[in-house]
């Protein structure tokens, strides 16, 4: 296992590190008051246009095109349609991006298609979330002033470098705010240092962990469970590491998250791994976007919202079969979970049983997710119908069963 490995997993990763200390430069010149407000939205979307047209090459057009369509239908469209609008074509567009650069980002040894990709998939994020602020009037139209004007902060928004590649979804409004005070806000060294060397400790676990992974393989099927779940944790922690990176960053730039706004804290860390309840682990899991699907979808679905929001999750996700199947089987499992633990939670009266239900429905899902984070990576039909047809299917398909059977028992959220 080599340090790089992490980079490998997540390309992404070497542009934000190069990106750090362009970010305490822009810091530093807003704090020196050598920055005004135009100047600084300008700088922003300047270094993201370069770091999209570093990190992605040729493909930088094709988030710099939605970038610049979204920008024009949020100042020509109604507040009322605005959403609609932007949701029907930015969707249209990911979509047709997903299909085209899917398979080449999967087979491909250049990072560049997926960087653009999971770009792209982030500009949605900031894009509808920016329509329904507008639809719903928290945002409000810049009247009085020019175009240009008018499209600055937007534009400067959607592709501002530091969450650019990644980081949580960052409000709006609350990147007005900060682009206005940077000035009077000092340089976060000490909140940024931690967070990077909260990504090195995770990284530093993960090494360690990968030493072993051989050592879990075996014939037998509870050997091979061990080597599922700790190839599940080791990818996990993968993505811990990339999510307190890009936090990092957005801290060094000086647009620090508020408390429970990012994707993983201390807090959040504790409970995905500690969890026994699996819509738990769903809720914390990358909560930003949690947060988004919720509003997006969740919330504005009149019908069966849970099954909508994970379905639509797999559409943005870019609907390969693994997606479909992965992100259907977590709702399955998530509705399920509803109804499993109060009638667990009645039974176990005893300390003994308490002890005996977490600890064994903690099991369950770790290995839910194991089984849910294999279908999602499984890169092809093939590999994904061996996964359907393995042992590792038992212990879903008995979920789904229980669900059947206790579907008119009250679910407790």
């Given amino acids: 296992m080599r340090w790089a490995d992490l980079l490998i997993l997540l390309p992404a990763a070497w542009y934000q590190l190069a990106a750090f200390p362009f970010a305490a430069l822009f810091h530093q010149l807003c704090a020196s008051g050598q920055l005004s407000l135009t100047?600084?939205?300008t700088f922003l979307l300047a270094g993201?246009?370069?770091l999209a047209v570093t990190a992605m090459g040729s493909y930088a057009v094709?988030?710099?095109?939605?970038?610049?369509?979204?920008?024009?239908?949020?100042?020509?469209?109604?507040?009322?349609?605005?959403?609609?609008?932007?949701?029907?074509?930015?969707?249209?567009?990911?979509?047709?991006?997903?299909?085209?650069?899917?398979?080449?980002?999967?087979?491909?040894?250049?990072?560049?298609?997926?960087?653009?990709?999971?770009a792209i998939m982030l500009l949605t994020q900031k894009?509808?979330?920016?329509?329904?602020?507008?639809?719903?009037?928290?945002?409000?139209?810049?009247?009085?002033?020019?175009?240009?004007?008018?499209?600055?902060?937007?534009?400067?928004?959607?592709?501002?470098?530091?969450?650019?590649?990644?980081?949580?979804?960052?409000?709006?409004?609350?990147?007005?705010?900060?682009?206005?005070?940077?000035?009077?806000?000092?340089?976060?060294?000490?909140?940024?240092?931690?967070?990077?060397?909260?990504?090195?400790?995770l990284q530093a676990l993960r090494v360690g962990l990968e030493g072993w992974l051989p050592c879990a393989q075996g014939c037998s099927i509870l050997a091979s469970l061990?080597?599922?779940?700790?190839?599940?944790?080791?990818?996990?922690?993968?993505?811990?590491?990339q999510w307190v990176l890009d936090e990092a960053l957005l801290e060094m730039a000086g647009f620090g998250l508020v408390v429970g706004q990012g994707d993983l804290s201390g807090r959040d860390l504790w409970v995905l791994e500690t969890t026994h309840r699996l819509a738990v682990f769903a809720r914390t899991w990358n909560k930003s976007t949690s947060r988004w699907l919720r509003r997006l979808v969740f919330q504005r679905c009149p019908a069966q919202p849970?099954?909508?929001?994970?379905?639509?999750?797999?559409?943005?996700?870019?609907?390969?079969?693994?997606?479909?199947?992965?992100?259907?089987?977590?709702?399955?499992?998530?509705?399920a979970d509803y109804r499993i633990h109060p009638f667990l939670s009645a039974w176990a009266t005893s300390r003994v049983a308490?002890?005996?239900?977490?600890?064994?429905?903690?099991?369950?899902?770790?290995?839910?997710?194991?089984?849910?984070?294999?279908?999602?990576e499984s890169e092809s039909f093939s590999v994904l119908c061996l996964?359907?047809?393995?042992?590792?299917?038992?212990?879903?398909?008995?979920?789904?069963?229980?669900?059947?059977?206790?579907?008119?028992?009250?679910?407790q959220n």
């Fill in 226 to 241: 061990c080597h599922t779940w700790m190839r599940a944790l080791l990818f996990r922690l993968a993505y811990y590491t």
């Fill in 354 to 376: 308490k002890l005996l239900y977490r600890g064994t429905t903690w099991i369950f899902t770790q290995l839910i997710v194991a089984y849910i984070l294999d279908a999602v």
């Fill in 306 to 335: 849970l099954l909508a929001t994970f379905a639509f999750s797999a559409w943005w996700h870019g609907l390969r079969p693994g997606h479909v199947f992965g992100f259907l089987c977590w709702a399955i499992m998530v509705e």
């Fill in 127 to 201: 894009v509808t979330s920016l329509a329904l602020d507008i639809h719903e009037g928290t945002v409000l139209p810049q009247t009085g002033q020019g175009l240009l004007q008018q499209a600055l902060p937007l534009c400067s928004y959607l592709l501002f470098f530091p969450a650019l590649l990644g980081g949580p979804l960052y409000p709006f409004s609350r990147f007005q705010v900060q682009a206005e005070s940077l000035g009077a806000v000092p340089l976060p060294l000490e909140a940024a240092g931690r967070r990077c060397l909260g990504a090195l400790a």
């Fill in 39 to 41: 100047a600084r939205y």
């Fill in 62 to 118: 094709l988030l710099l095109i939605p970038a610049a369509g979204s920008v024009l239908v949020l100042l020509s469209v109604s507040p009322a349609h605005v959403h609609t609008w932007v949701f029907g074509l930015q969707m249209c567009w990911q979509t047709l991006c997903h299909l085209g650069l899917g398979s080449l980002a999967l087979e491909s040894e250049d990072a560049r298609p997926a960087v653009a990709l999971s």
């Fill in 387 to 411: 996964l359907w047809t393995s042992y590792k299917s038992i212990l879903p398909l008995s979920y789904g069963v229980v669900l059947l059977l206790l579907s008119k028992k009250p679910k």
């Fill in 48 to 50: 993201g246009c370069l």
